[in-house]
């Protein structure tokens, strides 16, 4: 059985346990970055400038002069953290979730201990023969057994780059064996 998201599970689990920080802020806006400021301020800077070595030196000054101003500007104008609240919210919802359909007994306090203990990426073929970038995460777990112990579930999150869908399953990652070579 699957569960599909529209968040990465990973980073809501950041979000609920970090303060309000720079790197907090970047990671949940991204997605506008690369999308709507990053190319605005590259098109504005080779219209006014021209040189591509002057460009690259204003371009590194408007992001650390853009990203401090939004730190200030979320740690003074907004009385909560939103990634914080938006993320408790997904959270509790993803409880029931994981009960109702991939049977993992865990709570919201046990969620937000979980870890990432692997991730790694592939390149497959969608349905349209259109090579995509394919992201695993391997997430540690912490649930309740039958008895009320504690034990440690993997689950897998799968995620297609550049979607807002996040399938998550139980699974772990499987141990590969490579190969030694004895030096001489």
Known sequence: MKLVINYDLVNAILNVNEELTPAKIIRNNKKRWATLNVPVYLIIDT???RKIQSILECFIFQLGVIIPFEVIMQAVFASEDKYK??????????????RENLYIN????????????????KIHLNENSIPSLLENKYILVPTYDFNGDLKN???????EVGTNDYILSNGSPKKEIKLAYASR
Not at 85 to 98: A, C, E, H, P
Not at 106 to 119: A, G, V
Not at 153 to 159: F, K, R, T, V, Y
């Open 153 to 159: 579930i993997g689950l897998l999150q799968e995620h």
């Open 47 to 49: 219209i006014v400038l």
């Open 106 to 121: 865990t709570d919201y306090n046990l969620l937000r201990q979980s870890e990432l203990i692997s991730k790694n990426y």
């Open 85 to 98: 609240i938006k993320s408790v919210n997904d959270l509790n919802q993803l409880v029931l979730d994981l």
